[in-house]
């Protein structure tokens, strides 16, 4: 007669561990699409406004660190799986606004303004109500025009550089078909193992591969209020913040904004002086941990979160490495595989932009003056755009009024 095997009931034990199996490797995957999705395009802005190739390799380094802690702090605060990332719609602001007036001490101001901003939101309740009362579809069309030149540029680079961009260009096109969320992690680990194979012509020094945080005293001035902090605060609360708060109400949490804002903020502006721009709640990526993806249980994917924050801080090391093969890529590749990051982004704001018929006339306003890329005092473009939209749209209510 065969042995006879008995089922052991399961244990609360069991099932925690059943509940970390499941969401580590969540967190983990969490981290390495968040980082390798967007790095590029954190580069990308802090070039734009002035910062040195070292300030910059600086600037990712205190973010990735800035969004790890400020992960492990919540997630652990609040016991629920409350993730933080870069604002990666701000980098692209960056990179389209243009060197900053002033130079790069203005740019690194308007980082700590903003951080600033930030954590009053979660002091002070009625900035938080004047933010939401800028018309969602006039935020989204500003964050549109800043995209639409950085999306263009795996178009112009497959047209200039066909054998060196197209490829990245159909690895991403094939990935999104079968696995759309490592799709922009598959183009850009292309682009950077391109880059390495050319760089081996003059070789990376291996200084430029270990973490160098740079300091640099932030100058507050208009330029930095204006032309940086303002829209820089604006579009991560529209774009990040306010959306990562409804991808976790709708998997069942409600994470207390106060802390949250707090948090977020002064890690900000700790963050500013080393060239890191801004953290936010993440947005994108909030769904792989808060997501069924990190277990069955509930009250248990905070672990996903934690294993994230971990993760943030060890790729923060290796950062100085990514960005040192990244700003000596062959011109336009890099910028190329940012710009694929950045087409679904694209695409979310334009139907947020115009998805309803009374807010497309505003909408038009903010995007039309934003690509136009003007600077009128100092102020970019982006500041107008909003400005424009936000006219329009009151002028259109007094009139239906």
């Known amino acids: 007669m065969p042995p006879t095997s008995r089922r052991r009931d399961a244990t609360p034990a069991d099932a ?3 509940a970390r ?5 969540a967190g983990l995957v969490t981290a390495v699409v968040g980082f390798t999705s967007a790095f590029a395009v954190v580069l990308d802005g802090l070039r734009a406004v002035g910062a040195t190739p070292a300030q910059a390799a600086s600037g990712l ?3 990735t660190v800035a969004m790890g802690g400020a992960t492990l702090v919540l997630a652990l605060r609040t016991r629920m799986p409350v993730t933080v990332a870069w604002s990666t719609p701000g980098a692209a602001l960056l990179a389209g606004t243009g ?10 101001g308007g980082f700590l303004l903003c951080g600033l901003l930030l954590a009053l939101v979660g002091l002070v309740r009625p900035l938080e109500a004047l933010v939401r009362r800028i018309p969602v579809p006039v935020a989204q069309a500003m964050l549109a025009g ?24 159909l690895v991403w096109l094939v990935v999104l078909r079968l696995a759309p969320r490592w799709a922009t992690p598959a183009a850009i680990a292309l682009a950077v193992a391109v880059a390495v194979v050319a760089e081996q012509r003059s070789g990376l020094g291996g200084a430029t591969l270990l973490p160098a945080p740079v300091w640099t005293a932030p100058e507050l001035g208009l330029p930095a ?6 829209p820089l605060f604006v579009v991560t609360m529209a774009s990040q913040n306010i959306p990562g708060l409804a991808v976790l109400r709708g998997f069942g949490y409600t994470p207390p904004l106060r802390p949250v804002m707090l948090v977020t903020g002064v890690g900000t502006a700790l963050a500013a002086p080393f060239g890191g721009h801004a953290v936010n709640l993440a947005a994108i990526s909030a769904a792989l941990a808060a997501g069924p993806e990190a277990g069955a249980d509930r009250g248990r994917r905070w672990v996903a979160a934690v294993t994230a924050g971990l993760g943030y801080l060890v790729l923060g090391v290796g950062s100085a490495a990514a960005a040192a093969v990244a700003l000596q890529a062959p011109a336009g590749l890099v910028a190329a595989a940012a710009g694929l990051a950045l087409v679904p982004t694209f695409a979310s704001s334009l139907a947020g932009a115009f ?11 903010a995007l039309l003056v934003t690509v136009s890329g003007i600077s009128v005092a100092g102020v970019s473009a982006a500041f107008w755009g909003l400005l424009a939209g936000v006219v329009v749209h009151v002028a259109l209510a007094r009139r239906r009024g």
């Open 16 to 18: 925690a561990a059943g």
């Open 21 to 25: 199996g499941h969401a580590v490797p």
């Open 61 to 63: 380094l205190a973010v």
């Open 99 to 108: 060197a900053a007036a002033g130079g790069w001490g203005q740019a690194v």
């Open 146 to 169: 800043v995209l639409l030149p950085l999306c263009l540029r795996p178009v112009t680079a497959t047209v200039d550089a066909p054998a060196l961009v197209g490829p990245v260009v």
């Open 225 to 230: 209020l204006v032309s940086v902090a303002l």
């Open 355 to 365: 998805g309803a018929e009374e807010g497309r006339t505003p909408a038009a306003a």
